[in-house]
């Protein structure tokens, strides 16, 4: 059965996700870049999705990263149709994502508008060429990493994205930490290490965000990354809402 029904029962419903504190989230995101809400999936969640990396049915490729220069590693993308809890954390996510996606189009004066629906949205993307699934889970090993990058896939991006820890720091394993950079007109690239537990999600731009001037807002580009893993195994959700050509 695809191993969907083996994680569905794990999908957060809307209502946990509305109760989510959406107002701080936002500011936490305009104010240093992004966002981190604790405990979001519980740990049988969490082991569920790492043990079914091996289920091979549920992807569409495999990467290795140092193949392409990408860093040390490997993921999978899932394949359509989704499991149940990858497909239910976009759609529910979605909608709260893209008033801040919205706002930040007006503060760069950008003309897009995302609508307030996902499908509607990956409607968008199947129109112009991007039909592949983005979703994916990474795997890291000892002396792994993950190079500083974005996640764009094509013409549509949307800009906010999330990542999801599903293994305990020093306990599965040492170093790894999730990295941000942002680079600033004319200043040097500002770093951001963020502190991520077993089941915290991380949100945060893909590509890039606003950031109030003196004068105005400006634009500023952000990329993200892994650090060397020192032992252990980490293992990453990460859900992008755009599909790839």
């Not at 140092?66 to 990858?86: K, M, N, T, V």
């Not at 979605?94 to 949205?121: C, G, M, Q, T």
């Not at 994205?161 to 930490?177: K, M, R, T, Y």
Request: glycine share 6%; net charge neutral.
């Amino acid at each position: 059965m695809r191993g969907s029904q083996q994680l569905s029962q794990f999908t957060k419903t809307h209502t946990q996700i509305h109760d989510l504190h959406w107002k701080d989230i936002h500011r936490e995101l305009d104010t240093v870049g992004y966002a981190r809400i604790q405990n979001f999936l519980d740990i049988e969640a969490c082991n569920s999705l790492k043990n079914s990396y091996t289920s091979d049915a549920l992807y569409r490729s495999t990467i290795k990263m140092e193949r392409y220069s990408f860093g040390r590693g490997e993921y999978r993308y899932y394949d359509y149709p989704l499991p149940s809890i990858i497909n239910e954390l976009r759609r529910n996510l979605f909608p709260y994502l893209v008033d801040i996606a919205n706002s930040w189009n007006l503060r760069l004066k950008n003309k897009e508008y995302f609508p307030s629906n996902h499908l509607d949205y990956i409607n968008d993307c199947h129109e112009n060429g991007q039909t592949r699934p983005t979703p994916l889970i990474l795997k890291y090993k000892e002396n792994d990493f993950n190079c500083l990058h974005q996640d764009l896939y094509g013409e549509i991006v949307f800009p906010l994205q999330a990542a999801i820890l599903l293994d305990e720091p020093s306990v599965d394993f040492d170093g790894g930490e999730f990295i941000l950079t942002e680079q600033r007109p004319r200043m040097q690239s500002r770093v951001e290490v963020v502190p991520l537990n077993m089941g915290d999600m991380v949100i945060f731009p893909v590509n890039e965000r606003p950031i109030e001037g003196t004068r105005s807002n400006y634009r500023v580009k952000m990329r993200h990354g892994v650090s060397r893993v020192r032992s252990g195994n980490r293992h990453t959700l990460g859900i992008i809402f755009h599909d790839a050509k």
